[in-house]
């Protein structure tokens, strides 16, 4: 058993609002909070119509107005699109907010395309080979301020404020190890390097003030239901996104397809599946099965899933039948 979290996109289902999609994400949160869930994490985008969390900070605030107990954060921000300064303010106001609750999860990525990664107005380059100096200068905006310190995070100095690298390839992993980072690969997207960077996390892994022994997190996208068919039905919907995503074809988050069979190629959807393969579709036994073994071949110490679920209605009861499983370990 290890404890399960949530990674949300606020996701902008076709037909609704994005005001609507907030509050999706609010009832999800107050439910995985009820059921036991350890995390609720939202992740930096920007420019796609099917994903309203861009602002990120602005959003977990929502969630933590809405909640009490379970823990809030990001999964992550995108630290090359923003100065140090601004996200420690950022977190420190939340910190302030809700005490003892919340991650900073960093991701080097720009969580977008080129051109809007540009009009983001940072150099996308430089802030990418500044990644490593930006988290030790944001630990250092974390910390009690010096005498004399000129410049200043206000809220953020002496905020306790865990912070934790995220990654898709093995940079992250070394960076991580290096640091004492708590460790989070994106296995639900890039699954090809998941068990070289959790292996290099854990070899190179250097304890530190922050973490005393390597904490990995691995993630995997979900649809929990009833029986396998009605999972897989409302699985399409992230197929299709995935799809839509390699054909450059921007929308909000599709609706669920009886047959997919007319809506890919053969190779999009071999591509699909190789990119999905550690997704747990299926109903509770099926899905047991699934994230047992990738919890056991992992050595995972947290999974964090991504439900993309069109309906609202069938993402809450996917929240629950997670939260049935025999691999999940209730947080209180």
């Given at each position: ?27 999800m ?63 420190g ?22 051109r ?50 995220l ?69 399409t ?32 959807k ?6 999905l ?42 929240v ?13």
């Amino acid at each position: 058993m290890v404890p399960f979290s949530i990674l949300d996109l606020s996701p902008v289902a076709e037909g609704s609002t994005i005001r609507q999609s907030f509050d999706g994400s609010k009832r999800m949160a107050q439910k995985a909070e009820e059921l036991g869930y350890n995390r609720f994490w939202l992740a930096e985008h920007h420019g796609m119509p099917g994903v309203a969390s861009a602002a990120t900070s602005v959003v977990i605030g929502h969630i933590g107005a809405a909640t009490s107990r379970i823990r809030i954060g990001s999964g992550g921000v995108m630290l090359p699109n923003h100065s140090p300064l601004v996200i420690a303010e950022q977190f420190g106001t939340l910190e302030a907010l809700f005490p003892g609750r919340v991650d900073l999860g960093l991701g080097r990525a720009p969580g977008t395309d080129m051109r809007t990664a540009q009009a983001l107005r940072r150099n996308m380059e430089a802030g990418a080979q500044s990644f490593p100096n930006d988290i030790v200068e944001l630990q250092h905006l974390f910390s009690p301020a010096d005498e004399g310190q000129i410049i200043l995070a206000v809220p953020g100095h002496g905020a306790s404020v865990p912070i934790w690298l995220l990654g898709s390839s093995l940079y992250s992993a070394h960076l991580a190890g290096m640091l004492g980072l708590p460790y989070a690969f994106a296995s639900h997207f890039a699954p090809e390097s998941l068990f070289d960077a959790i292996g290099i996390y854990r070899d190179r892994f250097t304890p530190s003030a922050t973490l005393d022994k390597p904490y990995v997190m691995v993630g995997a996208m979900g649809a929990v239901a009833d029986t396998d068919e009605e999972a897989q039905f409302h699985f399409t919907s992230a197929q299709q996104q995935f799809v839509n995503l390699r054909r450059n074809v921007r929308g909000p988050f599709p609706r669920p397809r009886n047959d997919m069979d007319d809506f890919w190629t053969p190779m999009e959807k071999m591509n699909v599946e190789n990119t999905l393969r550690y997704a747990v579709v299926g109903s509770p036994e099926t899905a047991e099965k699934k994230l047992s073994q990738f919890i056991k071949d992992t050595g995972a110490d947290e999974v964090i899933i991504s439900m993309p679920i069109h309906d609202i209605e069938a993402r809450l009861k996917s929240v629950e039948l997670f939260a049935t499983l025999p691999s999940f370990q209730k947080v209180s």
